[in-house]
C-alpha cells in the first residue's frame, strides 16, 4: 500500500486513471450518483483544474481510496452549488481554507479502510503544513463525514436535501485530522513517504 500526491500538471504514470476510475466506481457505481460525469468508465467534473491536489492511497498497485483538495478564493462546489447550506455562516473565501471533495474509500478493503483514512488525513494534515492551510470544508451526508472524515468536525448551517441524501456542510481543523486513535496504522516509513510527496 502507499500515498502518492500529486496535481495534473505533476501526475505521472496512470495516477489520473487511476483517481478518475476510482471516482466512477464510488461515486456512480456503489453510491448511484448517476447525474455525473463519466466517459470509459472514469468519473470526472468542472473541479478538475491544474490547481487541485489529488491524494491517492493505493493496494496492490489500484486506488483504492483517495481525495481531492482545492483552495477556496478559487470556484469550488459548495459556493457554486449549495451556498445556502451554509445558513447564516459566511462561505469560505481565502487560500487558507480549502474544500475536500471526492473523499472515497471502497468497501473491498475491509480493516484496511482504517488505515487508508488515517494515511489520508495524515497527508492532508502534511499539506496543510506546507501551504499554511488552516481549514479544509465538505459537504456530505453525516453518516458518511462520520464514518470515513476526521475526528474534528465543525458543522456549519442546517443541512438540506441534495439528491436524494441530507447533507451538511462544515469544516475541520486542518492541522488535527488525524485521530489520535488512528495514528497508530501510519507507521515511519509511510509518514516518511507522505512528507516527501507533499513538500
Known sequence: MSIEIFTQLSATGDQLEQQYALRHRFCIDQLGWTDRNSVRGME????DHPAAIYIIYRHENVARAMMRIAQCD????LKDH????????VLPSTDRQWELTRLCVEKSLGEERRKAIA???S???TIAQHRDI??????GPKHRIETMAPHNRHYVGEGQLIGSEFCFT??????????PEARKYIETKDA???REHAA
Open 74 to 77: 478559487l470556484p469550488y462546489m
Open 123 to 125: 497527508a492532508l494534515e
Open 82 to 89: 449549495w451556498p445556502t447550506l451554509i445558513g447564516d455562516g
Open 44 to 47: 470526472y467534473d468542472q473541479y
Open 119 to 121: 494515511m489520508l488525513c
Open 170 to 179: 462544515g469544516y475541520c481543523d486542518a492541522l488535527n485530522m488525524v485521530k
Open 134 to 139: 488552516e481549514e479544509y470544508w465538505w459537504v
Open 192 to 194: 516518511y513517504a507522505i
